[in-house]
């Protein structure tokens, strides 16, 4: 197994704060959009609390045979194999040194790989700070092998907004940019060959403690330290089909223009058949549900349901606009396998977000055609509803060419990670389910090709209590 952190031997490495401010905004009032107000003091104790709250190692699991634990982090991975990468470059912050940086998670620290005024040249100038998320693929292939693509792919959403959600609790706004040049985001970032750059996210806002007046640095002024990314594993086996899709979807120098077709989604039809309920609410704060959110290994059978104003709820956070370069209009479509909703009928029902309706596609008993077509997991029959996400490659690549493909599962993992806070800001567990026979689906669900292609599944219900974990 790969080593499930990476580190830069050789550079400065800086202490976060251990212990930073929770934001205390209701974890849905974030999700629908709300922002924080209470501005950090400093550049260190913002990024402290931002990392805590997006890419941190929240608890801990002890293994009963061996007595070993592994860490689980705030943002979830397939596997837990995380091979999600933050990186970050910093200009103008309070009492932080401009540069870039690298997030250490196993110890809550930055790891300082350059110093001065080094501009990603797709970024606005004008953003203090801007991430880029990358992906080490061998963590997941270890494991996956060549399907592990998609999951890569898939928590790079996850930690997208893993990071735009806790900057927006912290009062800050958040832009997503998919269209660079991967070789020179790479170069300007000194990675390993072994990692990728997939995402490149900016932040602003009034919240974030700049200086008054701008550093002033000697023109093209850097002190690289770069560092020596340490060895994951001994071995490592080479997936062709990985090296192939990954080379299909990046881009050159010369960037191709997004808007050469419409990406604009066909015109909401819906039926009016079923309106969902007005929203349930919670009051819990985001930066608990951050912290306690966890992946379910199964779910409480038997009685245990959820009410319809809390799927509601749940299916309205995770529908909500987002915002990107490519996402000017949604991709992916969810279809609902509903075992044990107060107030719905058991069935399939495929949702019209934009008309907050429901459709019912297949009505009846779904438990075992859900595990079954989830690679035979219980948990998608176990749990109160289970989900399938249907991503309009062909859209997609008409609007942003082989790219596209990137940014359907982007999307998909995004819409898990809202998923995830939606049923845990309500005391419910939730997994996303990366493994599923892709044809069967698509049979049981009667969509032609046209109608898109499965790319996630997802479980929510009540989870069973795992007594492995540990604060």
Known sequence: MPDPFRHYEGVPVLDL?????SPALPALDVLRGLSGTTPAQDGLTFLSQLLFYCASISASKIVPATGNRYALRVNPSSGNLHPTEFHFLTQGLTDWADGLYHYRPSSHMAEQRALGNLELQLADSSAPIVFVLTSIAW??????RSRSYRYCLHDIGHAWQALTLAARAMGCDTFAAGEFPDNEVAQLCHLHEDEWPMLIVELRGGSIPVQETAPVHEPDFREI???????LSKEKTTYKLIDEIHEATKLGDTLRLSTRFSAVDPTPVGT????LAPPASSTRPFGEVTRRRRSALDFLGGEQSMLLTQLSAILDAATQPLIADFAATHFVQLYLYVHRVDGLEPGVYRLWAERAELECIKSGDQRVAAAGLSLGQQLAG????ALSMIGDLDRATRA?????YRYVH??????GHRLYLAAEAFGLGATGIGAFYDEEVHRYLNLTPAEGRVVYHFAIGHPVPDFRVSA
Not at 17 to 21: D, F, N, W
Not at 225 to 231: D, I, R, S, V
Not at 400 to 404: A, E, I, W
Not at 410 to 415: D, L, V
């Open 272 to 275: 009016g058949e079923i309106k």
């Open 400 to 404: 942003y060419g082989d790219r596209g």
């Open 139 to 144: 963590r997941e292939a270890w494991k996956y």
């Open 225 to 231: 330290h770069g560092g020596e990314a340490n060895q």
């Open 17 to 21: 704060l251990a212990a930073p401010p």
């Open 410 to 415: 982007f999307e998909a993992g995004a819409i």
């Open 382 to 385: 176990n749990a109160c509803v």
